[in-house]
């Protein structure tokens, strides 16, 4: 038994001494290596971390795009947020003139590299080069969702997203179109049932979980790790936009059937809707100088989501505006705009609202919403009375959207809101409509003090 259980501990001896020893030897490679050798390796004018997979799949992509005149630029979030620490460095720095890697060698298993399609002429062949240079890629199209609903072009397909990968490093090409408005749109990732699950580590991608929408970036060249690459020329505005860069689509499908059978094409509506979008443009121009942030609400908002259009017979323009965002210069800002005040109701603290007078008598109505704790609320006053309303909303975050040519905000849990607003019966045109009755989420909210009558309820 004595003779069994020396056995057994000799033979633990060694196992915790070889275990001893491989620790050493991985801490000297992985640390002491990396901090005391860095002199020694640039003495020898050798180049440290250009060995790493990370870098060589980075070059071997840059190479391609560049020989084949793809125009891409960098979007990687991590990469760009290390550039914006060092940006006056990267900025100056030259081509071949790094001796250390410290930008695309950092461990990750993805670079996000965009796609500007509008500008590539030449998409036959290159998959074929990528091969050849020792990618495996993976092209995944969609429908262009705002064909959906034209019979003869719902089923053309466009490329949203490519993810070409070297070893165990991946390059995610992200496909931006070229959109009305002047802004950059990209598709939601969708995982076809042909493809491979396991290709890639999907789960971690920055970008496709959901379509995307992004300002048109102006472009630098700078040299990253001794690589010639395009970024945004602000990259802390990109790296912003990204957590917020959510688009959502109107229903066009359904808002071509619906132009079937209840289009307005009378020289009536089709004028107001030249004004209305014009107003809408020049309030959008107006809030983005002050950096307030606004969404299409009440019939716009419905207009949008029913009929991919403005309701020519609703006579003005709604929009929301959360109350933190107020800005004590948004008066004067839309009257030097050429806006003057039709009314004011309501107070910062309680139930603002603010109307603005528009060419060919469409207003502009501005709602500002207060947030509770479980529902979000605007309010609304009657003039003659005083007496105040109540409209609750189910608590909403903001999309992005396009609407008249326009990139702007609604609100991501759209049939949510809209049926707050309107009902489920919101798919009927209704064009009698009492704003103290109508709204299913309206409720009374008490009377304004007369004592308060001259600052709550200002017509101009």
Known sequence: MCRINK?????????????????QLYYYKHYLSAKNGAGLSKSKGSRIGFDGTQWRAVKKFVMLTSSQNIPVFLIDPLILELINKNLEQVKNAS??????CRFFCVPRDFTAFALQYHLWKNEEGWFRIAENMGFQCLKIESKDPRLDGIDSLSGTEIPLHYICRLASHA??????????????????????????RKFVPFRKLSFGRYAGAFDRPELQQVTIDGLEVLIPKEPVHFLEEIPHSRFIECRYKEARAFFQYLDDNTVEAMTFRKSAKELLQLAAKTLKKLGVRFWLSSGTCLGWYRQCNIIPYSKDVDL????????????????????????KFGKVEDSL???????????????????ETDYMWNGGTQAKTGKKFKYLFPKFTLCWTEFVDMKVHVP?????????NYGKTWKIPVKTWDWKRSPPNVQPNGIWPISEWDEVIQLY
């Open 95 to 100: 081509h071949g003139s790094t001796s250390e």
């Open 320 to 343: 929301g505006i959360f109350i933190q965002d107020y800005k004590s210069d948004i008066i004067s800002a839309f009257q030097d705009a050429g806006l003057p005040l039709k009314h």
């Open 353 to 371: 609202e603010l109307s603005f007078q528009g060419k060919d008598d469409v207003k502009l109505d501005i709602f500002f919403f207060y947030e």
């Open 412 to 420: 991501c849990e759209t049939i949510e809101y809209i049926e707050a």
């Open 171 to 196: 390059i995610h090409l992200v496909v931006f179109h070229e959109r009305s408005g002047n802004y950059l749109w990209h598709g939601h990732l969708r995982l076809k049932g042909h493809i491979d």
């Open 7 to 23: 056995n057994v501990i000799l033979a633990l001896l060694t196992l915790t001494s070889s275990a001893f020893l491989l620790f």
